[in-house]
């Protein structure tokens, strides 16, 4: 396969000058090579032709791949959009509906729902962003055109024809993220084929339109990546003056005893009290909110390899108990905005003759760059980013 790729790649780089027909051709060569190794994985000529009949390349995935934005996301900016009141509260709204899946999965695999809960939110808003890409289609094209990691995308796309072949899931509901995530929960194919169970009891384990297969299958990731049963994920804390930051990495576990000989208490002033381990983290610096962590966390945190990512879950997990949110303040002068407030920004340079689509929150590349503009005209360093301050002056 790499042997056929390289030259493909070359024909494609400059894709924009390709006709679409050069294109196509290529794309069915790939494909045809791609039918014998899918062969050798179980996979029946019948269910690849009948899988990939028709397909043809998006190359705009391409572009996704390759033009991700250069704007890095402050940690509170990331947490604020994604653990906000209206999330709260659609997540609240969420398990009072499938409050019995949720209930089952945490009786069935011991795991605390909320947890789930907090993985459903963060990864699919609770089912309203699930993605629309078909997955055939996507990642056959990474397979055949991506610049890098071909080969784990073709594993990706094996365990997708796997899924199709063995009828968990119809093929018409295979719509996902450009690079193959899928379902409630935001699975990679492979994922899918290790750790996704039936959660309803119709013989099939399908995230796509299945809630309690989704839950259940998320609750089998936690408890496969080391969740504990009546454990917490951890907590705020706060840290004595004078804390030696070296000591902060979730890998650097310590007994409770230890951290609280430092002067480490809860953020309500309580003194830390429990039989294990657990590290702290910083996430903005020592000047700002510190969590200790358990190996709770670090189930979390194998769902996506990131230390926000796994405390956006927990936290939102937190909120869905009717817990507080982050009390300590985060180091900035320009508060982050919730989703409700990056839509009236939005709409704020909407009315301002800014063209940056659909105030749906999401901050694309067109809304940045509106905000630069804006960040300029306030003697701002153009950084793109939607703060409080870039919303203040267009309120006023």
Request: aromatic residues 8%; hydrophobic residues 40%.
């Amino acid at each position: 396969m790499k042997n056929f790729i390289a030259p493909a790649l070359f024909v494609l780089a400059g894709f924009a000058a390709a006709t679409p027909a050069v294109a196509q051709a290529d794309f069915g060569q790939c494909l045809a090579s791609l039918r014998s190794q899918a062969a050798a994985k179980g996979i029946s000529g019948q269910a690849f032709d009948a899988a990939t009949r028709g397909v043809t390349p998006d190359l705009t995935i391409l572009d996704l791949m390759n033009n991700q934005p250069e704007f890095k996301t402050p940690i509170w900016d990331y947490l604020s959009a994604l653990v906000d009141e209206e999330r709260v509260q659609d997540g609240r709204a969420a398990m009072r509906q499938w409050g019995q899946a949720l209930a089952a999965a945490e009786a069935r695999f011991g795991v605390d729902r909320h947890a789930i809960a907090g993985v459903w939110g963060v990864e699919s808003n609770f089912g309203k962003d699930i993605g629309g890409r078909p997955l055939i289609q996507s990642l056959s094209t990474l397979v055949c055109y991506a610049p890098r990691r071909n080969e784990y995308f073709k594993g990706e796309l094996m365990a997708t024809l796997k899924i199709v072949q063995d009828g968990d899931i119809n093929p018409a509901n295979l719509r996902g993220s450009w690079a193959g995530a899928f379902g409630h929960t935001q699975f990679m194919p492979s994922t899918f084929q290790r750790l996704a169970v039936d959660g309803d009891g119709d013989g099939h384990r399908d995230i796509m339109t299945s809630v309690p297969d989704a839950v259940h299958s998320t609750a089998n990731f936690l408890k496969k990546a080391g969740w504990v049963n009546g454990l917490p994920w951890g907590y705020e804390v706060r840290l004595p003056s004078g804390f030696n930051a070296s000591l902060a990495g979730r890998k650097n576990k310590k007994p409770l005893a230890t951290w609280a000989a430092m002067g480490v208490q809860r953020i309500d002033g309580r003194p830390l009290s429990g039989n294990y381990a657990a590290g702290i983290i910083i996430p903005a610096g020592i000047n700002g909110p510190a969590f200790l962590v358990t190996k709770n966390f670090d189930a979390v945190y194998s769902y996506n390899a990131a230390e926000s990512y796994g405390l956006a879950i927990a936290l939102l997990g937190d909120r869905l108990k009717g817990q507080p949110g982050i009390q300590t303040a985060w180091p900035t002068d320009d508060p982050p905005l919730s989703r409700a407030q990056r839509r009236e920004l939005q709409q704020l340079l909407t009315a301002r003759g800014y063209d940056v689509g659909e105030p749906d929150g999401k901050i694309g590349a067109k809304t940045r760059e509106a905000i630069k503009d804006v960040e300029r005209r306030i003697g701002l360093e153009p950084r793109g980013r939607p703060g409080g301050k870039v919303l203040e002056a267009l309120r006023g």
